[in-house]
Structures are given as structure tokens and as C-alpha cells.
């Protein structure tokens, strides 16, 4: 009996580890609608035959405002500025001084960025994604995300929230590799300046329109 009752605590506590997942995330998308934060962000490439995996650090800042804006500015170990305007996802390269100019509506459909930033509500993001709680782990409540869409990169994206802050990434894409983004002083419903998510092509840039 000792040993049912154990088993029957463990499961409830599962399911309710699990069940915090997405009430996260829906509390998140609630109440949320502005933020900023910093990240450091860790890429690991899957292993080729005889070789250990290698992986890539980087570190910067990150801010949003729902619907649809979004930047990211990568400060090591290379500058590099992502910006979604609303409009148009811009992608600036500080070092090669280039910039990747796309239409931001087929950019980011079923991209990570979508969790965070491009999906008004939770309704909106299930149309783009199928949703489960995952168990807690680094005390951290995690969400499941799975495109509907199966010709896009994008494999899966594991969503960490402590309580109702944002707190990590692990995104999975189509090749297997990893990326492990963990987010520091998030500032829920920032005020941001108005021009936050304006951007303008350096001078001399090359713009690449894609």
C-alpha cells in the first residue's frame, strides 16, 4: 500500500510539474506584452565521425514588444543586430558591414522568435505550433513546441519560464544542432523607446534583399 500511495504522489506531482508549463506560458503571453533582458547563448553542432561535438558561445541583449518586434544585438563574440520591425526582419552584420533584408511575414512564421514576440496570443501561437507541458528540470517549468509546418529548419523549441518570467531557450533545428539561450534581468512591460525597433542600413552597407 506504502509503495501506491508513493507511486500515485510521484505521478501527481508529474503531472503538475507538467501542467505549470503552460500555464507559464499563457500567463506570460497575458501579461507580457513588452521586455527586455540579456542572454548568452551556446550553438552545439552534432558530432562528425570521430570528433567531438563543437559548440559556440555568444552573448548579448534582447528585447521585444508584442506583436511582431523584436531585437536581438549579439555583442561577443561578434556584433551582429537582428531586427524585426514589424515589417521587415533585418539581419546586420557589423564586421562584413552587410545587411540581410527580408519580408519579416515569411521569415518568422514558425521560428523561435514567434514564441517570444510575433504571436499575439496563445491561440495564434497553436495555430503555428502544437504545445505540451514538459517536465520540470533546473527549476524551471518548460514548454514543448512542435511546428505544424514540416518543410520548415526548425525541429523543436523548448520553452523554460520561472513562474511567469521568460527564462531560457532550447531550440532544436532539422540538422541537430542546439541551441541553449538563458536569459538574465528579464524587465517584464519595459518602457521602450519609440525607436527601439527601427533600423536603418549603416552607410556603405551592402543590403542583400532575399
Request: zero cysteines; proline letters at 5%.
Amino acid at each position: 500500500m506504502k509503495k501506491i500511495v508513493t507511486a500515485i504522489v510521484i505521478a501527481a506531482s508529474a503531472q503538475w510539474a507538467s501542467a505549470d508549463g503552460l500555464k507559464s506560458l499563457e500567463a506570460f503571453m497575458k501579461s507580457t506584452q513588452t521586455g527586455r533582458a540579456d542572454f548568452t547563448q551556446v550553438v552545439t553542432s552534432p558530432p562528425k565521425e570521430g570528433q567531438t561535438a563543437r559548440t559556440k558561445n555568444s552573448s548579448g541583449s534582447f528585447e521585444f514588444q508584442r506583436p511582431g518586434r523584436f531585437k536581438f544585438v549579439y555583442k561577443k563574440p561578434f556584433e551582429q543586430t537582428i531586427v524585426a520591425d514589424g515589417q521587415t526582419l533585418w539581419l546586420h552584420d557589423v564586421d562584413l558591414n552587410q545587411v540581410t533584408q527580408r519580408a519579416q511575414a515569411q521569415a518568422l512564421g514558425t521560428t523561435p522568435a514567434a514564441l517570444l514576440a510575433s504571436a499575439p496570443d496563445l491561440s495564434a501561437l497553436k495555430a503555428d505550433f502544437t504545445l505540451e507541458s514538459a517536465p520540470e528540470a533546473d527549476g524551471l517549468q518548460w514548454v514543448l513546441a512542435r511546428p505544424k509546418a514540416k518543410d520548415g529548419q526548425l525541429q523543436s523549441v523548448r520553452v523554460g519560464f520561472a513562474g511567469e518570467q521568460l527564462a531560457a531557450l532550447d531550440i532544436l533545428d532539422s540538422f541537430g544542432q542546439r541551441s541553449a539561450i538563458r536569459f538574465s534581468g528579464m524587465q517584464a512591460n519595459a518602457a521602450l523607446p519609440a525607436g527601439t525597433f527601427q533600423f536603418k542600413p549603416p552607410a556603405g552597407a551592402d543590403v542583400v534583399k532575399q
